[in-house]
């Protein structure tokens, strides 16, 4: 029980005030006058507030569309449609993320929402290979003694095939987290904000402070999601 | 219970029926046994039963109705199904397994919890050790339990179970089977078993089926198959096997009598004397024991030429190996096969010699029995 509440609440508290720590020391000791003008409480709350939107709303648009084309694809009728999926998804994961920003700002110009469609896009591939991976590795012969005792499609997909595949398409929702916290520094390339908006002015005027704590907090975010998922995880799979 | 009327199964895209005009009755209450090389058409007719697979041409009855047209859930809910695979949840403990179709059907849960209780004491799983575990904590022959009791927990009056001991070992499957076949006299469900073990099949059936790229070539007791076997193919089935299986039931004293040895020589036996007994010999050797009956050697023709000594110790050559007179013929015909000979030297209990058991004499028992 103590080592629950351990494991649930003071790792991310922890690690929560190792963010706010470095925010307070960065901004009460600025290395010099623009250094100062730029971190202030204010900038990085609202770059705080821009990130984690960006985040969580593509991971949460990502996730819902990403696990429910998986199961559609994972149909025995629509199997190999899936397995050419997967192999697009494949191909797609390797173009780079400042690539796929700059292609949908040609598209469809500069803002938050452009940017967060275009993390959510790049966020689906691994969610949604990973549930049709996790759906369709499910042995044949569990399959078959469920339907053979008696459940139908859909009781199958619920009690049987999600629950299989969880683990998978957790790893699959945590390799998307690792792709989006990345990309989403980059959002501001084309006005999407976050902590890219500290780490790129902060190169641009060459102030190392404003750049760690950009990269640093941006970091923490990532680490705090998947460590929340992890131990979402292991609370559910108890049976490996 | 059980009709299969002229069934036909043609998967698409394959040039020759899986099963081809198929008739099968199963009583009430009946094991009856499909046995069969791989690939015969076993798993797919009993899998025809519960619709898994449909039939492309016959009927299907099921005490007297048209199971095709009945809804293939609620039949699938009356028939207990096993595989040899076993096909346990592995994300649900043994409870939650066994308690799959009464979940299904939406049982009351103390119902249920009873049931459960009940069933995997039947089939020798402690509730109380087993029931919150996974099936990654069991060994192979208890999820083949937990399959058999998942099964039959709703009392389904009809059991298919497609090679359900098939994955274990011989010791424990022997071992299942007599606990099956004691649980099969008291509940008396009408089962279809699939195997491709003949021996399994005469242990299990009280019918057996015996198929045949796609074709039933015989359904008889298994007497009267063992008796009156349809054509080559069925004897040959059971025949050869049965030889085995008759070498493996029968002890080396009970046939140590009938078979008749000359005597063997003491190793103080002059020269001439062994001689001569090795003439007499059906083997052309003489086995050797010392003084207290124990085995020394054995003499063969080629050994007398060497002319090292006068009497029958100066000539023996040491036996590697021998059997106790309680081994089965099959163990004697091991010892021969390893010592690469066609004959095995018989010892009793005291390690005194107590006969010569030859490949002829096997031959003549395998022969009697045919
Ligand atoms: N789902 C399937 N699709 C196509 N062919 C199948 C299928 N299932 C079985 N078969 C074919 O039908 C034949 C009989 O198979 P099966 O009933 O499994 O044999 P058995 O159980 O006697 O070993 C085999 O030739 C097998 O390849
Ligand atoms: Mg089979």
């Given at each position: 029980m103590l080592q629950n509440l351990y494991k649930l609440v003071l790792v991310p508290l922890f690690l929560v005030i190792v963010g706010v720590v470095i925010v307070i020391y960065t901004v009460n000791n600025p290395t010099d006058g623009l250094v100062a003008r730029m971190l202030t409480y204010d900038n990085v709350i609202r770059a705080l507030r821009e990130h984690l939107m960006l985040m969580l709303v593509s991971m949460i648009g990502a996730i819902t569309v990403g696990v429910l084309v998986g199961i559609m694809l994972s149909r025995p009728s629509l199997y190999y449609l899936g397995r050419g999926v997967e192999n697009v998804v494949n191909v797609g994961q390797t173009i780079p993320s400042l690539a796929i920003l700059a292609l949908f700002f040609t598209w469809l110009g500069l803002g938050f929402r452009v940017a967060v469609f275009a993390l959510f896009l790049y966020s689906i591939l691994p969610i949604l290979r990973n549930t049709f991976a996790g759906i369709t590795s499910v042995d044949d012969s569990i399959i078959e003694s469920a339907k053979g005792m008696g459940l139908n499609q859909f009781r199958i997909l619920t009690r049987i095939e999600l629950p299989l595949a969880f683990p998978i398409i957790i790893a699959g929702i945590r390799t998307a987290i690792v792709i989006n916290v990345g990309a989403a520094t980059l959002a501001t390339f084309i006005g999407g904000g976050g902590f890219g908006d500290l780490i790129v002015t902060g190169l641009s005027v060459r102030r190392d402070m404003v750049i760690v704590t950009g990269a640093g907090l941006a970091a923490l975010t990532a680490i705090i999601l998947d460590y929340v998922i992890g131990q979402i995880e292991i609370r559910v799979v108890k049976w490996t | 219970m059980i009709k299969l009327d002229n069934v036909t199964k043609k998967f698409p895209g394959m040039k020759i029926p899986a099963v081809k005009d198929l008739n099968l009755e199963v009583k009430e209450g009946d094991v009856c046994v499909l046995v069969g090389p791989s690939g015969c058409g076993k798993t797919t007719t009993m899998k025809m039963i519960n619709r898994i697979h449909e039939p492309t041409e016959g009927k299907i009855y099921i005490k007297g109705e048209d199971a095709l047209k009945m809804n293939p859930i609620n039949l699938r809910l009356d028939i207990g199904y096993v595989i040899q695979e076993i096909g346990l949840f592995p994300h649900m403990t043994i409870e939650e397994n066994v308690a799959t179709v009464p979940n299904e059907k939406k049982w009351p849960k103390d119902k249920t919890d009873k049931k459960v209780d009940e069933m995997m004491t039947l089939v020798g799983l402690d509730p109380k050790i087993y029931r919150k575990r996974y099936p990654s904590a069991l060994s192979g022959g208890q999820r083949q339990r937990v399959g058999v009791a998942r099964a039959m927990v709703s009392d389904p009056p009809i059991m298919l179970m497609d090679e359900p001991f098939g994955a274990v070992d011989p010791i424990t499957r022997a071992r299942l089977q007599n606990e099956f076949l004691r649980i099969q006299e008291r509940i008396e469900k009408t089962i279809v078993f699939v195997t491709h073990d003949i021996d399994e099949a005469i242990k299990m059936g009280d019918t057996i089926a015996v198929m045949r790229e796609g074709k039933l070539i015989q359904h008889a007791t298994p007497g009267d198959l063992l008796s009156a076997p349809a054509?080559?193919?069925?004897?040959?089935?059971?025949?050869?096997?049965?030889?085995?299986?008759?070498?493996?039931?029968?002890?080396?004293?009970?046939?140590?009598?009938?078979?008749?040895?000359?005597?063997?020589?003491?190793?103080?036996?002059?020269?001439?004397?062994?001689?001569?007994?090795?003439?007499?010999?059906?083997?052309?050797?003489?086995?050797?024991?010392?003084?207290?009956?124990?085995?020394?050697?054995?003499?063969?023709?080629?050994?007398?030429?060497?002319?090292?000594?006068?009497?029958?110790?100066?000539?023996?050559?040491?036996?590697?190996?021998?059997?106790?007179?309680?081994?089965t013929l099959n163990d004697a015909l091991s010892v021969m096969l390893e010592m690469g000979e066609g004959y095995v030297a018989v010892v009793n209990e005291d390690d005194q010699y107590a006969g010569t058991i030859t490949l002829g004499d096997l031959l003549n028992v395998v022969k009697e029995d045919n």
């Open positions: - | 054509d080559d193919f069925v004897a040959d089935l059971v025949g050869r096997n049965r030889s085995i299986k008759r070498l493996h039931l029968i002890r080396i004293r009970e046939i140590l009598d009938d078979v008749n040895r000359i005597k063997p020589a003491p190793e103080d036996m002059p020269l001439d004397d062994v001689k001569k007994r090795i003439e007499d010999s059906d083997i052309r050797s003489v086995i050797v024991v010392d003084r207290d009956n124990k085995l020394k050697g054995i003499i063969g023709v080629n050994d007398l030429k060497r002319k090292t000594g006068e009497v029958a110790g100066d000539y023996c050559q040491k036996i590697s190996d021998s059997v106790t007179d309680d081994a």
